[in-house]
């Protein structure tokens, strides 16, 4: 039987003090917010660590706040179940709520944290695709206070990120005027588990003209990508299924997917085609244009 190895257990009750204790123990420390990936990889001693920081005891890191000027706030210690079950969540960034309720069990859900899901920082993970394409903003915090960074350029690689011995204290979402739709895709072997490929599509129009659009896929590189030259083609102007088609041969410009135990590059690259014209075009409906 697979017992763990003994730590110590340490319960903050501030985020300069548990950065503090990451400053102070270093690499011999984690994290432990709601403790889906952490506790698995210590019980099959796929990581081994001294010191474990719980960071549930601080005040703050826990809801869903929204506000008409500043967008949508979610703690770090917010759970999935949370995101899911939000109303708000729902009516303004519905790609988000579509992308929290596909990760996963119910169990994982009901437990898991977008701070964790984000500082796992997977190429696979399904909120990150959602995130990027609203712009969100992470909020990170330190011995020495706060800073902010764009989502897109939180991720450095598989497993990393910009963090350096701090945590990250909440999400923003910006507030979108005017008319926008929404999608989120994932290709998996079943439901709970980890995509093959994953994506979010955010589109405004004017009109029946695409005035921006961002298209967000995941497990097709290193971190997650933006499609820029997917979006290239639809930025402008007036979309037609001939442009829809026109503009998912180019993921093929934007992705680098590997070969791994889940899937095929060759694989990917088809389904990721596959995923944009089917998502753009429900992006499309969600904003009212048939």
């Known amino acids: 039987m697979k017992t763990l190895k003994p730590f110590a257990y340490h319960t903050p009750e501030t985020v300069k003090d548990a950065a503090g204790l990451l400053e102070q123990y270093g690499g011999t420390a984690k994290v432990f917010a709601g403790g889906t990936d952490i506790m698995v990889m210590l019980r099959d001693r796929i990581i081994s660590v001294d010191n474990i920081i719980d960071i549930k005891k601080i005040p703050g890191l826990r809801g869903i706040e929204w506000n008409p000027a500043t967008g949508l706030h979610i703690g770090a210690l917010t759970t999935i179940t949370d995101i899911v079950e939000s109303a708000v969540v729902l009516e303004k960034y519905p790609s988000l709520k579509k992308s929290a309720e596909v990760l996963g069990s119910p169990q994982v859900r009901n437990k898991a944290t977008i701070g964790g899901n984000i500082c796992r920082s997977s190429p696979s993970a399904d909120t990150p695709p959602s995130l990027i394409a609203f712009d969100a903003v992470v ?152």
């Open 139 to 290: 909020t990170i915090g330190g011995v020495n206070g706060e800073r902010t960074v764009p989502i897109g350029e939180f991720f450095t690689g598989p497993g990393r990120n910009v963090l350096d011995k701090e945590l990250v204290t909440g999400i923003t979402l910006p507030a979108i005027k005017g008319a926008y739709g929404t999608a989120f895709g994932k290709i998996s072997r079943v439901s709970e588990d980890l995509s093959k490929v994953n994506c979010a599509v955010v589109l405004k129009m004017t009109d029946k003209t695409c005035s921006d659009i961002r298209v967000v896929l995941g497990a097709v590189g290193a971190t997650p990508v933006r499609a820029k030259n997917v979006e290239g083609v639809l930025r402008g102007q007036v979309v037609t299924d001939e442009l829809i088609e026109k503009a998912a041969d180019k993921v093929t410009e934007d992705i680098k997917p590997i070969d791994d135990i889940r899937s095929t590059a060759a694989y990917r690259n088809k389904v990721g085609r596959v995923l944009i014209k089917r998502l753009v075009k429900e992006a499309l409906e969600d904003c009212g244009v048939k």
